[in-house]
T-cell receptor
Framework: GQNIDQPTEMTATEGAIVQINCTYQ??????LFWYQQHAGEAPTFLSY????GLEEKGRFSSFLSRSKGYSYLLLKELQMKDSASYLC??????????????FGPGTRLSVLP | AAGVIQSPRHLIKEKRETATLKCYPI?????VYWYQQGPGQDPQFLIS???????DKGSIPDRFSAQQFSDYHSELNMSSLELGDSALYFC??????????????FGAGTRLSVL
């Protein structure tokens, strides 16, 4: 099965940079995903890593180290609207032919003025 | 671009009633997933379908069932509703043939309240 760990809460200041870490243990690995979720809304896809290294996408970057079972999401030039929960999700082996997709507990980020 | 459509957006039921939630995936997506999210919790995977067949099963109660139809839309049927079933139910879809496959795109969710 999958075990995913993230910090519960983080606080940062508008305009700053914040790094949200995610560690995981999985049976197999088919990719790691980051989602943003505002309260009461659907998770929104941010980034996807399947190979080691950094994926950059505007103000958001995500890094993966498969050997360490570690990923981080980097948010630059923080804006108030970035206040949300950030969910790390891992796709691993399934007992069936589907993917076993598990979300971490999420990190609630508060951006302060 | 078309997104995942879920209906209804809100649903109020009483204990022991039944409910049916519908999900229309993004066009040309062949895989549908259902999640349940309680207040302050992360989404819990319930069940998924690939090409109209169940592909994976998570923590779906026996009182719930789901299927995917020939037009790829999916329905989650919930019977003998309990107070604890009150939650946000998300549907997501993905494409097994897309370049970045396995990325799941979520619908806006159905908020179910059981009274």
């Amino acid at each position: 099965g999958q075990n995913i760990d993230q910090p519960t809460e983080m606080t940062a200041t508008e305009g700053a940079i914040v790094q949200i870490n995610c560690t995981y243990q999985t049976s197999g690995f088919n990719g790691l995903f980051w989602y943003q979720q505002h309260a009461g809304e659907a998770p929104t896809f941010l980034s996807y890593n399947v190979l080691d290294g950094l994926e950059e996408k505007g103000r958001f970057s995500s890094f993966l180290s498969r050997s360490k079972g570690y990923s981080y999401l980097l948010l630059k030039e923080l804006q108030m609207k970035d206040s949300a929960s950030y969910l790390c999700a891992v796709s691993g082996d399934s007992d069936n032919y589907g993917q076993n997709f598990v979300f971490g507990p999420g990190t609630r980020l508060s951006v302060l003025p | 671009a078309a997104g995942v459509i879920q209906s209804p957006r809100h649903l109020i039921k009483e204990k022991r009633e039944t409910a049916t939630l519908k999900c229309y995936p993004i066009p040309r997506h062949d895989t549908v997933y259902w999640y349940q999210q309680g207040p302050g919790q992360d989404p819990q995977f319930l069940i998924s379908f690939y090409e109209k067949m169940q592909s994976d099963k998570g923590s779906i109660p026996d009182r719930f069932s789901a299927q995917q139809f020939s037009d790829y839309h999916s329905e989650l049927n919930m019977s003998s509703l309990e107070l604890g079933d009150s939650a946000l139910y998300f549907c997501a879809s993905s494409s097994s043939t897309a370049l970045a496959k396995n990325i799941q795109y979520f619908g806006a969710g159905t908020r179910l309240s059981v009274l």
